[in-house]
């Protein structure tokens, strides 16, 4: 038994019925190309969002472990604090056996000690490939001069704290911040 539909409805839709009706196969590809670009790009600005967002919070993480170090040295002589730490190099380990100024009563030199070694465990846990600098250097306080690790060490150059850090898209070859204190 074969049913056959009649009615306007039927009648219109066998009129226009035609074998270009539809979707062709290219029109479907390019269709989910322009779909697959238009994804992919999302997800490459999700992803430079993402990087941007943990720079920043390396930055910030930077930013207030300098302030804190600058706080401490302020207690104490500043030539006690001068020093140079480097997570990069290759088979570092921390050799700093501080003397535990929580449980022991500490002369000056040996609280400095102790802050450096408590200061520099934090810096390892906050920052990747953790590096940083204390010292006296009056380039780092010049906006021209490009940003850099080693310092003049004279008498009358501005103390300075430079940290760096290195992830995909920054390398510790140079500090990604210098903190000037002054003199």
Request: hydrophobic share 40%; aromatic share 6%.
């Amino acid at each position: 038994m074969q049913v056959t539909k009649t009615g306007p409805l039927a009648q219109h839709q066998a009129q226009h019925l035609s074998p270009a009706d539809g979707f062709t196969l290219m029109e479907v590809l390019v269709a989910i190309l322009i779909l697959a670009i238009g994804a992919s790009g999302i997800v490459t600005m999700q992803m430079h969002a993402m990087r941007m967002t943990q720079e920043s919070g390396f930055l910030l993480s930077a930013s207030q472990l300098a302030t804190e170090l600058a706080e401490r040295m302020h207690e104490h002589t500043v030539e006690d604090y001068l020093f140079a730490f480097d997570t990069t190099a290759d088979g570092a380990t921390d050799t700093n056996t501080a003397t535990d100024c929580y449980h022991t009563t500490c002369y000056p030199s040996m609280l400095a000690s102790f802050t450096l070694s408590d200061w520099q465990t934090t810096l390892q846990q906050r920052l990747p490939r953790a590096r940083a600098t204390v010292c006296r250097d009056q380039a780092s306080t010049s906006t021209d001069a490009p940003p850099r690790w080693d310092c003049d060490q004279q008498p009358g150059s501005a103390l300075v704290i430079k940290i760096g850090w290195a992830t995909r898209s920054h390398s510790s070859e140079v500090p990604g911040l210098i903190f000037v204190l002054g003199n």
